[in-house]
């Protein structure tokens, strides 16, 4: 399994770590090559199964290391799959694994687009297309990731799958996490996601001037953590709104924090299938989503798709959608198709098919 990073609150991590839980076993081992390792909380937690984790560092500033790490892990192990999760950093890992002749090379698709800005989407496209010569499978969470990597070629589509008995709403959950945070009868919006370009975190902090405005006691819990960060904390202070904002980094009980808020909120700019947005809609959160997002992520009413130039129409939704009783929330809303124990057997049959 190839991925990069194996942090909380990073949505591939979550879906590698759902699918590893899901299939790992006696006759399924998984090895994780980590790709600009920033340490992991699963680490121990995948040696414990008995699985090794074997740490990459950048091949654009350590190519020779690069390199030959991944030569002699692929000359002393025997793989049956290598499934590569990331575009860039995975075109030497699977030109690899198939100068070693591994059967089966999953290049798999997790957004709509490689790249947050033009000049970096354009610097991408040799890469795309080396990965795309040297998988001879294709897996993406949705069409809209789909079609941005592969095109015409044909695809499987597996969605982005969790544990929904994890995530279901919990009254329980709540009423602890609210005591901790000393929420009182206050809104809570969060969002989870990596603090990149891609996540638009200048407009969030945009949507929660909008909400400071309105004078209605909130806060807002940011879950996430990631290059820009700094930045974004400091475009808070110079909007006067720091004071409602927690930054949470990375926990790993989010699950309890979906039942302690009243609404969710991601106005990316693209994404496959945010993992987040399938967790927040088990937890029957109402959910306000980028109108860039494919509406296939939408799996109950508690959705809607806003436009992300207008702050203050998102501020607006918030606090409609605050009155929204989940109190009687018993069932999860989340079709068999996001279920974890549905989705591995598909995940185990891309596995398992002769080339």
Request: proline content about 4%; hydrophobic content about 40%; aromatic content about 12%.
């Amino acid at each position: 399994m190839v991925t990069r990073g194996l942090q909380h609150s990073n949505g591939v991590a979550s879906y590698v770590m759902n699918y590893y839980r899901a299939l790992h076993g006696p006759e399924m081992r998984f090895d994780f090559l980590v790709i600009d390792d920033v340490g992991s909380p699963y680490y121990k937690e995948i040696a414990g199964n008995g699985d090794n984790v074997f740490l990459l560092p950048s091949y654009i500033k350590h190519p020779l290391k690069f390199f030959s790490l991944i030569f002699d892990i692929f000359k002393k192990s025997h793989y049956d799959v290598v499934h590569c999760n990331v575009v860039n950093s995975g075109v030497p890992v699977l030109a690899a694994a198939a100068a070693f002749n591994v059967p089966i090379r999953i290049l798999h698709s997790h957004a709509a687009q490689n790249g947050d800005v033009w000049w970096k989407q354009l610097r991408n496209k040799p890469f795309s297309a080396l990965a795309l010569h040297f998988a001879n499978k294709y897996i993406a969470c949705s069409h809209k990731a789909g079609d941005g990597l592969f095109g015409k070629r044909k695809y499987r589509i597996i969605p982005n799958a969790i544990n929904i008995s994890r995530f279901r709403y919990s009254e329980v959950a709540r009423n602890k996490i609210r005591g901790i945070e000393n929420c009182g009868d206050k809104i809570v919006v969060m969002t989870v996601g990596r603090i990149t370009t891609q996540k638009n975190p200048y407009f969030i902090v945009d949507i929660i001037r909008e909400l400071a405005n309105s004078k209605v006691d909130f806060r807002f819990w940011w879950f996430g953590d990631d290059e820009l960060n700094g930045d974004v904390q400091r475009y808070a202070e110079k909007q006067g709104v720091s004071q409602y904002i927690s930054f949470k980094g990375s926990v790993g009980n989010v699950n309890e924090y979906y039942s302690a808020a009243d609404v969710f909120v991601l106005p990316s700019l693209y994404e496959g299938l945010p993992v987040s947005g399938v967790e927040a809609q088990t937890a029957g959160l109402p959910v306000l989503f980028s109108d860039q997002i494919t509406r296939e992520t939408s799996m109950s009413v508690l959705t809607e798709f806003l436009p992300i130039d207008d702050a203050n129409l998102w501020a607006e939704k918030i606090l409609l959608d605050r009155h929204y009783d989940r109190s009687n929330y018993i069932r999860s809303v989340v079709s068999d198709s996001f279920d974890i124990r549905c989705c591995s057997k598909q995940m185990i049959k891309e596995y398992s098919i002769s080339m």
